[in-house]
Every structure is written in C-alpha cells, then in structure tokens.
C-alpha cells in the first residue's frame, strides 16, 4: 500500500472509532443502551476488518505479531456484549497507529527537506571543455559526462560509447543494463560502467526530485523490520495472554473475565513504541544531515563494535595538494600535468578531481579523454590527443607499461603519488600531499566512548602512505593496497567478532559498504554509487557527524527498549488484577489506554535527543555551531 494511501486509510479509520464511541456514549448517556451498543459495535467493526486485514496479510509473510491479541480482545469483547470495552480498545489502536505514520511522516519530511538542499552538479561539455555546472543550468540538448559512480543528474540518451547502467533504484532490475548510442537513459540510475557522453533531453528539475523521492522511499520501504525488536517477545506475550485468559475463564465460569484480560493486554505500547521511538531517532539524525534509511540500519547503527574507515576522502579530506612533479626528462612538468589532468576529467576520484582542480588553476585548456576504462581505486586509462594515457597509483601504472619504478617509493615516502603512463612509457608521477580532516584524533576518542572498541583503516593507497597518515592516532589496525574486494573480505573477517560498521566514500567502497553491517557513506562530496549502496548517508561534508549520528541511534533505541518493558510490566500487572476480577472490561480499556498514552510519549522523547556526550569534553570549537544542522 502506499504511505499516502496508508495514512489517510488509518485517519478515517480513527474517525469512524472515535465518532463511534462519542455517539454510543451519548445515546448511552440518554438511556437509549440498545441504540448505544449498536453505534459502538459499527464504529468497532471496520477497524476490526482492516486489522484482520493486516494480520493475514503478516501472517502470509510468516510474520507472528502482537495485532493478534488486538484482534482477539476487540472480537471477544463484541461476542460477550461489552461493546463499550470494544470501542476504547478500537479508538486506541486506530489512535496509535495513527501517532506511528504521524512520526512517519515527520521523519519523511525532514529527510526531503534534508535532500533538496544538498548542492548538485553536473559536469558539461562546452566549447570543447568540460566544466562542472548546477544542475539547474542545464538544458535539453546539453552534453554531459557521467562518470563512473555518477548518477545521471538528468533523463537523456546515450550519445557515445557504451553505457552500463544500474537502474535497480529506480527499477528493481538487480543486473546493470548496457545501452548504446540513442538508448534512453532514465535520470537516476547510477552509472555501473565507465564513463560516457549523456544528450539531456529533460531539465533537472523533475530529475532532481525524482532522485529525492528515490532515496526516501528506499528508506520509508524498510519499515516493516522495526518492529522486530518487539516482535521478538510477541509470541511469549500473546501465550502468557491467552493462558491468563483461559485461565480466568475456567476457575470462574465467567468469560468477562478472559474479555478483560485480554482488553488489558491489548499491547498498543509494545506495537507502537517500538517504531515511534525509531522512527523519531531516524527524524532527529536526518536534522544533524546524517540520512540513516530505515529503521533497520537505525538499530544496527546502535551496536556496533567495529568500524573500518577508507582514507582518501573519508579520513583524509580529499582535496589534496600537489607537492611536486617528476618528470623523467620525456616530457616537461606541464605536460604530465596536462595528460593526467585531461584523462582525470573522466573520473570521480577524490584525488583525480585535485588534479583537474589544479591543471586549471594554471590556467592552460584541457583535452576531453576518449574511450575511458576505470579501475576503481586504482586508475583510470583512455586516449587523450590521439595518446593512448594510464593515470593512477604507481602499482596501476606499472602494471600497464611493465616497468616498476623502485625508486619513486623511497622518494615519496607517506605522499600519495599519482604516475603517469603514455603509449606504454612512465613519463613521471604527481607527488601530492592529503592531510587529515582536522579534529580526527578527537573524533576517534569520541567513537571510543560510545562504544566501538576497534576501529581500522582499509585504503586502496600504498602502505608507506597510509602508515605515515595514521601515525599516532592509535589505530587497531592499518590494511593497505586493497582492491574493492579485499575490503569486502576484511569487512566478513571483521564482521565474526561483532557488528561491523564502513565507512567511505569512493565507488571502490561501495561494495564494501553494502557487505557491512552498516555502511555509511561520505555522501556530500563522495561518489553518487557508495551512498546508493550505503545504510547511512552523511550529507555534509564533516566525518564528525559519525557522532550525533551513531548516539542518536544508541539512545531512540535504548527509549524504544525502556518503552517495551515498561508497558509490558505494566499491562501484566493489569492482567493479572483483571483475572482475579479487580478489573472490568471498561476500567482495563482505560487503563490500559493510560499506559498506552505514557508509553507513546515516553517513545516520542526520541524526538528531542540531543547528541553531544560523547564530543561534549572534546569537541573543537569549530565544530559547535556546525552541529546545529545544515539550515544554520
Ligand atoms: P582509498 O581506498 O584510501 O580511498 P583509493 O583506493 O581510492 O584510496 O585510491 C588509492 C590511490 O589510487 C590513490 O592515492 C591514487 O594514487 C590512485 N588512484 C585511484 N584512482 C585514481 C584516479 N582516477 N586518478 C589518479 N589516481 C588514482
Ligand atoms: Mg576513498
């Protein structure tokens, strides 16, 4: 069902429930009681029918939930003649699964709002150039390169080469899909394969909104697991329930009793606090930019026990500096500036988008690259001026020319070095230095105190390097030279002593991120493909969110805990006081509704977390006025 649909669906069902009480309690009131029971049992029925619905419907998935026991108390309550009793316990349910789509919808809010602000470009083809460009600024008929890990910002075709396109957001087609010359591309889909010329054909605005709508629902779609916690314990609750009941029944011979026992136990709270409780966390997080999909990953989010950070870009700020150039005296510094730069156009690299940043700060027009193949992590290769050109790590490089270059490491020891390569030749490599986000020390203390106990580094880059950036910051452990595989396979390693969680940001981690636990994405500046493949996405640029973000999840799920138990105490202890007969069916309604009320806005609490424990002592004070959310 759709949510629209869903929500106006559990509105309707709340009036019929509530109109049905009032006007069976006035006619009640004027002692008209046959004409009272008949409105309170009409106001009950649809409710009724619609959970039935929805208990068939679980039960078909193999589900067992709690909605059973509201089901069986309305009923009963109907078959022994206490409608009054019926139509509370119905006002309640309609009322409470009301709250639920109401936090709902609130959480949806906030994440699209979220969303549209995020800056979006584009990078166009014009006068021969390539220029990055708001989203905004394009027309149809506009040239666009989408590289690899990019979304397609805008509908289009393919206007050359040939595409690999994963529209699985879009369409839940899992295989990538290859189009060709004039194939239409949908806006949206992420482009699988290496990079090639999109022909827009629609603005993006429709586009923009499209992509929006795909990321929320993705993450309103998992709403079904949040209940698990709950679910859990149902079937132990729906036993105790039914035996107190029967129980009841059969040593008094009068089945009132069992009706008021199971009015009692009618667990609103457990149905409901559960998701309220994360659905607000969900809400709360995506107002300090960390965007969590659902409230699966939300309750993953809050135990875990590992994190493995990538380095360039994620730890890193990723907008390295050129330190230095080495020519190997066949071409000048400028040149090898020039063919990295102009091949590095085509990728989405952290450290290829430096490069291009600095060729055109000097100033000198690039070529646009042709038949470009991607490595992802590694490298990128294609024709630029009618050479055939390979940039990236010194190992890729080498590994297409056939010449290692031994020296280069001893040199450059602890800076990323990009080597050039040209019709089969090493012409020289770019020495550049990528320093670490400022205030990472603080941010892993931070980590420490909330929990996670190891924390490792998994780069794609040369051991000498990752060692010299994560000297003294007491890691658990350094992994380097790692293929997008083998972050895979450290993060199934990782994953037998606990919860893992990954952290990155590049297309080379997406596979990673999704075998994780949790992965969570550096979405603002990263690569489209990672935060698709993400659980979280953190939509600033600032790795500190890790923070607000992870004690949000640990304390939405400790209230949602709190609120279970303590619903649970209290509706067993109602129970029992009904089955020894200190309880009507109309007093455990409202009782019950008592607990339902304090259960619920004790879970709404989640709505006014604010983070901060754990960055408290420690936080730089740059960082404060940050923490207030994106609108500030
Ligand atoms: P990490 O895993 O730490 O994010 P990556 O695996 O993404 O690091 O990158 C490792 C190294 O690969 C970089 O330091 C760089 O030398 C090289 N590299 C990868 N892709 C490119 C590219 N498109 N252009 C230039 N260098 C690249
Ligand atoms: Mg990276």
């Given at each position: 069902m759709k949510p629209l649909l869903h929500d106006r669906l559990n509105v309707a069902l709340m009036a019929i429930a509530l109109l049905g009480l009032c006007v069976g309690v006035g006619l009640w009131l004027g002692a008209r009681t046959d004409l009272a029971t008949f409105v309170w049992t009409a106001g009950v029925l649809p409710v009724l029918a619609a959970l039935v619905v929805e208990i068939v419907r679980s039960l078909w998935r193999g589900d067992v939930g709690l909605d059973i026991v509201a089901a069986l108390s309305m009923s009963a309550a109907l078959l022994f003649g206490e409608t009054l009793a019926a139509a509370v316990v119905a006002l309640m349910y309609s009322g409470g699964t009301f709250l639920e789509s109401y936090a709902q919808g609130r959480a949806r809010?906030?994440?699209?709002?979220?969303?549209?602000?995020?800056?979006?470009?584009?990078?166009?083809?014009?006068?021969?150039?390539?220029?990055?460009?708001?989203?905004?600024?394009?027309?149809?008929?506009?040239?666009?390169?989408?590289?690899?890990?990019?979304?397609?910002?805008?509908?289009?075709?393919?206007?050359?080469?040939?595409?690999?396109?994963?529209?699985?957001?879009?369409?839940?087609?899992?295989?990538?899909?290859?189009?060709?010359?004039?194939?239409?591309?949908?806006?949206?889909?992420?482009?699988?394969?290496?990079?090639?010329?999109?022909?827009?054909?629609?603005?993006?605005?429709?586009?923009?909104?499209?992509?929006?709508?795909?990321?929320?629902?993705?993450?309103?779609?998992?709403?079904?697991?949040?209940?698990?916690?709950?679910?859990?314990?149902?079937?132990?609750?729906?036993?105790?329930?039914?035996?107190?009941?029967?129980?009841?029944?059969?040593?008094?011979?009068?089945?009132?009793?069992?009706?008021?026992?199971?009015?009692?136990?009618?667990?609103?709270?457990?149905?409901?606090?559960?998701?309220?409780?994360?659905?607000?966390?969900?809400?709360?997080?995506?107002?300090?930019?960390?965007?969590?999909?659902?409230?699966?990953?939300?309750?993953?989010?809050a135990r875990i026990k590992t994190l493995i950070l990538d380095k360039t870009g994620t730890l890193t700020d990723g907008r390295p500096q050129i330190v230095s150039i080495i020519t190997l005296g066949k071409m000048s510094e400028e040149d090898i500036l020039h063919f990295a730069a102009s091949l590095d156009q085509a990728s989405k690299h952290p450290i290829a988008q430096a490069i291009v940043a600095a060729a055109q700060g000097q100033g000198a027009p690039l070529s646009i690259p042709q038949n470009v193949v991607e490595t992802p992590g590694e490298g990128v290769a294609g024709t630029v001026e009618g050479r055939q050109v390979w940039v990236g790590g010194t190992a890729f490089v080498a590994a297409q020319v056939g010449v290692v270059d031994a020296e280069i490491a001893n040199i450059t020891a602890g800076s990323v070095v990009v080597s050039l390569g040209v019709d089969g030749k090493v012409m020289g490599h770019i020495v550049m230095a990528d320093s670490l986000r400022s205030g990472t020390a603080d941010l892993l203390a931070g980590l420490r105190r909330l929990g996670i106990s190891r924390i490792l580094l998994a780069t794609?880059?040369?051991?000498?390097?990752?060692?010299?950036?994560?000297?003294?910051?007491?890691?658990?452990?350094?992994?380097?030279?790692?293929?997008?595989?083998?972050?895979?396979?450290?993060?199934?390693?990782?994953?037998?002593?606990?919860?893992?969680?990954?952290?990155?940001?590049?297309?080379?981690?997406?596979?990673?991120?999704?075998?994780?636990?949790?992965?969570?994405?550096?979405?603002?500046?990263?690569?489209?493909?990672?935060?698709?493949?993400?659980?979280?996405?953190?939509?600033?640029?600032?790795?500190?969110?890790?923070?607000?973000?992870?004690?949000?999840?640990?304390?939405?799920?400790?209230?949602?805990?709190?609120?279970?138990?303590?619903?649970?105490?209290?509706?067993?202890?109602?129970?029992?006081?009904?089955?020894?007969?200190?309880?009507?069916?109309?007093?455990?309604?409202?009782?019950?509704?008592?607990?339902d009320v304090a259960v619920i806005l004790n879970a709404l609490r989640a709505l006014r977390i604010r983070p901060g424990a754990a960055a408290k002592a420690v936080a730089p004070p740059r960082m404060l006025p940050q923490l207030n959310g994106p609108n500030t």
């Open positions: 809010r906030e994440m699209s709002d979220l969303l549209s602000r995020v800056p979006r470009t584009a990078t166009r083809h014009r006068n021969g150039a390539l220029d990055e460009v708001p989203l905004d600024d394009i027309a149809p008929g506009d040239l666009l390169l989408i590289r690899q890990g990019d979304v397609a910002p805008n509908d289009g075709t393919v206007e050359s080469g040939a595409a690999m396109l994963d529209q699985s957001a879009l369409t839940g087609e899992s295989m990538p899909t290859r189009l060709t010359k004039g194939n239409d591309v949908m806006s949206g889909s992420t482009n699988a394969g290496d990079a090639f010329d999109l022909c827009v054909t629609r603005r993006a605005a429709d586009s923009t909104y499209a992509g929006i709508v795909r990321l929320v629902e993705a993450a309103q779609a998992s709403k079904a697991p949040m209940a698990r916690l709950a679910d859990r314990w149902s079937l132990l609750f729906l036993a105790v329930t039914v035996t107190l009941a029967a129980a009841a029944w059969w040593f008094t011979g009068d089945p009132i009793r069992a009706v008021a026992v199971l009015v009692v136990a009618t667990p609103c709270p457990l149905i409901l606090a559960v998701p309220v409780a994360l659905v607000a966390g969900l809400s709360r997080a995506a107002h300090f930019g960390v965007l969590i999909k659902g409230a699966k990953p939300l309750e993953a989010l794609g880059d040369r051991r000498a390097v990752a060692d010299v950036i994560t000297d003294g910051l007491g890691l658990d452990g350094v992994r380097a030279d790692l293929t997008p595989d083998q972050k895979v396979l450290l993060v199934l390693t990782e994953h037998k002593r606990g919860p893992v969680m990954m952290v990155g940001d590049g297309v080379n981690d997406a596979p990673a991120l999704a075998a994780a636990d949790v992965g969570v994405a550096m979405g603002a500046r990263g690569a489209a493909a990672s935060a698709e493949a993400a659980d979280v996405v953190l939509l600033v640029d600032d790795l500190n969110r890790l923070l607000p973000g992870i004690e949000i999840a640990q304390r939405s799920r400790k209230i949602a805990l709190e609120s279970v138990v303590a619903g649970i105490g209290l509706s067993i202890l109602g129970m029992i006081a009904a089955a020894f007969g200190y309880l009507t069916p109309v007093q455990g309604a409202l009782l019950q509704e008592l607990i």
